[in-house]
Every structure is written in C-alpha cells, then in structure tokens.
C-alpha cells in the first residue's frame, strides 16, 4: 500500500509541504503559524483566526467574504488554534474543489490560493488597525467558548487536571486563552500582535490533493515568498518536563451527579524519541481502546465506571486517564486503575492485548490516509520534532514492538496527579 508522501520546499523562510495524491476529489491549503504557548500571546493567538475570517481587504465584510467563498464552487474556509507540548499552533485552511472535476476549465486553486493570501496577509482593517466591532464580536464569541467548557465536565475535568499537573509550566495553558487577558485586547494591539507573529513565527504551507508539486510550488512562491523573507525565530524546542517527586491529589465540588477521575501520568517519552511507537503501544494495551485493560477490568468486569479510557499527550509526554464514575466508587476505582498500571509494570500483558492493540492501531493510523486535515496534523509531527517519521515508517516499528519494549515505557510512567470532580456532599476531605 502506497502512503502519502510529503514534498518539502522553501518559500521564503517558510516551508511548503506538498502531498500530490489522486484519491482526494479537493485541494486542501493550510497554513500553520507556531508560536510559544505564553500567558502573554495565548487569547491573543485564540482570537485571530476568527478575525481573519471575518473579512479582508477586497471583502472587508463578512457577507463579502462568504460570497467570495461561493464563487469559489462552495469553498469552505476555517481556522482553530491547538496546543502541542509547550507550542501554541494556529491554523487556517481552506478546502476547495478540485478543477479537474468541473465541467468549466476555472483555475480555481490558483484563484482560491489568491483569496487564502487574502484572508492570511490582507485581512479588513481600519486605520492600521482590525476593524474593532469585528474584534469585540469575536471577543465576546471566544469568552463563550472558554466559559461553556465548564457545560462539558469531561472536557472540563480534563483542562482542570492538565492545570493541576502542569502548574507554572505553559501547557497548564489551554489553546483558547483566559478571559482576564480580553479587556486588555483591542483592535489596534492585536493587529500589531498579528504582524509580530507574521514577521517571527515559524510558518508552515501545506498543499494536499490531486495537484502538480511543481505548480503549486510556483503559486506560492508568487504569494508568499517575499512576505516571509525574514528569517524566522528560534523554534520553541522540546516540551518541559518535570521528574515525579510525589502524587498529587485535587478534589474539586461542583453541583453534578457523576464523578469525573482523572488521573495524569508522566513518561517522558515525546513524539521524537525512540520510545515513542512503545508508548503508543502501552496506551492502546493500557486504555486506548475498548479491548484495552481499563475498558475491560474497571468498567466491563467491575462496573466501577460509566467510561474509563487512556490518552497520549504526544509532545509532552503525558498519558492522562479519564473516567465517569459513581462519587461513592472513588477509592475502589482508583484502586483498581493502579492495578492495570502495576500490570503494565509487570508486563502483564497477553498475546491477545498485545496483538489486537497492534492491529487497532495501524488501521487507526491507516485511516489517517483519508483524511486530509489529519495528514497535515500527522505530517506536522515530523515539523515539530525535527525527526522525520513517515507513516510507513512508524507502522514498521509499532509492528517490531514486543512485551519487553512496553514493559521499559511502563517503568517510565509515574503518577503524578489524581484529580476528582465530584458533588458537594459529604465532608470538605470527602473522596467517597
């Protein structure tokens, strides 16, 4: 089976990476702009990509600007900002049907990459600054966003156990920023912030679909090439880590019904290093799956949990655990997490884990194939480790990976932190 293959070339001190494949009926553009995860830019990084998408300077309002995109065969246009380990990655893309399927000959990637040069390098503006009603409207959108977390507990206990590990390390961050940090954001210093980050921040193209490298490397040299000839700043570099001294415990009490657990492990073990395709491993055998060992034991065989499962934090070396469970369950549910983690200590693991998580998780990484966005996410690994690791590559070393293998990443995770929201009742020291 023939994987995607990335083409990667300057334009200015920018990098375009081209993935020319016939199975994808659009063109995926997309940009990625990498900036330091910081108490100082995080909200101002959050609200940009909503502010570029409300207008530009030949659209300067959103009606424009959606009419463009229509004209565009239905272009659809978006942006979102992520973290990864101790970066702060914004990210605008543009999705557009590809020319050679249309009854009429319409360069239409030349023409959508001249709207997306728009959108990234001529946004609306007035008098050098964003146009402010566009700002406060995209403000008190954000503020929404950051405040309806708490409506979501699983997402909300997640960010709160993340903020009790990671305390005074930027990842403790989340990607949307703090609502204390919007009064202080104004049309004129978030325009300014926008071309600090233009003029400093690594910058990544991408261009995914049936395409000719070769013309989509002209095309964005044409547009790109002189706005980022000034070289870049220092990459970010690795994640922080910290050695595990103790373990941490957190009760928060809100009005809920159900418990949310979560418990946050650290490996030390990065997307970069050579334990990482081990680590995958001992996630999917631990709880990345529903075959996995705390899907099984705490809630199939104990019924001790609603939904218990595991995840990696690739760049930062975390594996964090999540479960909902009956308030009065907590120590028979924490126990019974430490067993499967003494498990993986011990090596504990059948034939059968071993190989049904191996298979689970190529295919998951196979699927990957189909999708576009997430070729850019998965090729973007390689950008922010400076390791080039291509899929074929790392599906060959999660396929070398034995017992042993896991049993040396198991020996690395420590338990760092145990975070509980549960309900108000019982006394202040109450778990059950």
């Not at 334990?275 to 104990?302: C, Q, T, W």
């Not at 760049?315 to 028979?332: M, R």
């Not at 190529?362 to 070729?375: K, M, P, Y």
């Given at each position: 089976?023939?994987?995607?293959?990335?083409?990667?070339v300057?334009?200015?001190?920018?990098?375009l990476?081209?993935c020319s494949?016939?199975?994808?009926?659009?063109?995926?553009?997309?940009?990625?702009i990498?900036?330091?995860?910081s108490?100082?830019?995080?909200?101002?990084?959050?609200?940009l990509p909503?502010?570029l998408?409300?207008g530009?300077?030949?659209?300067?309002?959103?009606?424009k600007?959606?009419?463009?995109?229509?004209e565009l065969?239905?272009?659809a246009?978006?942006?979102?900002?992520f973290k990864?380990?101790?970066?702060?990655?914004?990210?605008?893309?543009m999705?557009?049907?590809?020319?050679?399927?249309?009854?009429?000959?319409?360069?239409?990637?030349r023409?959508?990459?001249?709207?997306?040069?728009?959108?990234?390098?001529?946004?609306?503006?007035?008098?050098?600054a964003?146009?402010?009603?566009?700002?406060?409207?995209?403000?008190?959108?954000?503020?929404?966003?950051?405040?309806s977390?708490?409506?979501?507990?699983?997402?909300?206990?997640?960010?709160r156990?993340?903020?009790a590990?990671c305390e005074?390390e930027?990842?403790?961050?989340?990607?949307?920023?703090?609502?204390e940090?919007?009064?202080a954001?104004?049309?004129?210093?978030?325009?300014?912030?926008?071309r600090?980050?233009?003029?400093?921040c690594p910058v990544?193209f991408?261009?995914i679909?049936?395409v000719s490298?070769?013309?989509?490397?002209e095309?964005?040299?044409e547009?790109?090439?002189?706005?980022?000839?000034v070289?870049?700043g220092?990459?970010?570099g690795g994640?922080?880590?910290?050695?595990?001294?103790?373990?941490?415990v957190?009760?928060?009490?809100?009005?809920v019904?159900?418990g949310k657990?979560n418990?946050?492990l650290r490996?030390g073990?990065t997307?970069?290093d050579?334990?990482y395709?081990a680590?995958?491993?001992y996630?999917?055998i631990?709880?990345?799956?529903?075959?996995?060992?705390?899907?099984m034991?705490v809630r199939?065989r104990?019924?001790?949990a609603?939904?218990c499962?595991?995840?990696?934090?690739s760049h930062?070396?975390?594996?964090?655990?999540?479960?909902?469970?009956?308030?009065?369950n907590y120590?028979?549910?924490?126990?019974i997490i430490?067993?499967?983690l003494?498990a993986m200590?011990?090596g504990?693991i059948?034939d059968?884990?071993m190989?049904q998580?191996?298979?689970?998780?190529?295919n998951q990484?196979r699927?990957q194939q189909?999708?576009?966005?997430?070729?850019?996410?998965?090729?973007?690994q390689?950008v922010?480790t400076?390791?080039e690791?291509d899929?074929?590559?790392?599906?060959a070393d999660?396929?070398?990976?034995g017992?042993d293998?896991v049993?040396?990443?198991?020996e690395?995770v420590k338990?760092d932190?145990?975070?509980?929201?549960r309900?108000?009742?019982?006394?202040?020291?109450?778990k059950?």
């Amino acid at each position: 089976m023939a994987y995607a293959q990335f083409r990667t070339v300057p334009v200015g001190q920018a990098r375009l990476h081209v993935c020319s494949s016939p199975k994808f009926k659009t063109t995926l553009i997309s940009v990625v702009i990498r900036q330091k995860l910081s108490p100082e830019t995080v909200t101002k990084t959050a609200l940009l990509p909503n502010v570029l998408q409300r207008g530009t300077s030949a659209c300067p309002s959103t009606v424009k600007l959606k009419r463009r995109l229509d004209e565009l065969y239905g272009a659809a246009l978006y942006g979102d900002v992520f973290k990864r380990g101790e970066n702060h990655l914004l990210q605008l893309s543009m999705e557009i049907a590809n020319d050679r399927f249309l009854r009429e000959q319409t360069p239409l990637l030349r023409e959508g990459l001249d709207f997306f040069s728009q959108i990234l390098l001529s946004p609306a503006t007035e008098q050098d600054a964003f146009p402010s009603s566009y700002v406060e409207s995209e403000k008190k959108n954000l503020r929404q966003r950051i405040e309806s977390l708490k409506d979501d507990k699983i997402r909300y206990s997640s960010q709160r156990m993340i903020e009790a590990m990671c305390e005074n390390e930027p990842f403790a961050l989340h990607p949307y920023g703090r609502i204390e940090d919007l009064d202080a954001i104004d049309a004129k210093n978030l325009f300014t912030y926008y071309r600090e980050m233009l003029d400093s921040c690594p910058v990544d193209f991408y261009c995914i679909g049936h395409v000719s490298a070769e013309e989509a490397e002209e095309w964005f040299r044409e547009r790109f090439e002189e706005r980022f000839s000034v070289p870049r700043g220092t990459p970010v570099g690795g994640a922080v880590q910290k050695d595990v001294t103790g373990e941490k415990v957190v009760i928060e009490r809100m009005d809920v019904t159900q418990g949310k657990l979560n418990l946050g492990l650290r490996s030390g073990v990065t997307a970069g290093d050579p334990d990482y395709p081990a680590l995958l491993v001992y996630n999917g055998i631990l709880g990345g799956f529903p075959h996995s060992k705390l899907f099984m034991n705490v809630r199939e065989r104990a019924s001790l949990a609603y939904y218990c499962s595991s995840r990696v934090e690739s760049h930062k070396g975390l594996v964090l655990i999540h479960s909902g469970i009956e308030i009065g369950n907590y120590e028979k549910a924490v126990s019974i997490i430490r067993e499967q983690l003494e498990a993986m200590r011990r090596g504990d693991i059948s034939d059968r884990e071993m190989e049904q998580t191996k298979a689970t998780l190529a295919n998951q990484l196979r699927e990957q194939q189909d999708r576009n966005h997430e070729l850019v996410h998965f090729h973007y690994q390689s950008v922010l480790t400076g390791k080039e690791r291509d899929l074929e590559a790392l599906l060959a070393d999660i396929d070398r990976i034995g017992i042993d293998d896991v049993r040396r990443v198991a020996e690395k995770v420590k338990l760092d932190t145990i975070y509980f929201l549960r309900d108000r009742g019982g006394d202040g020291d109450a778990k059950n």
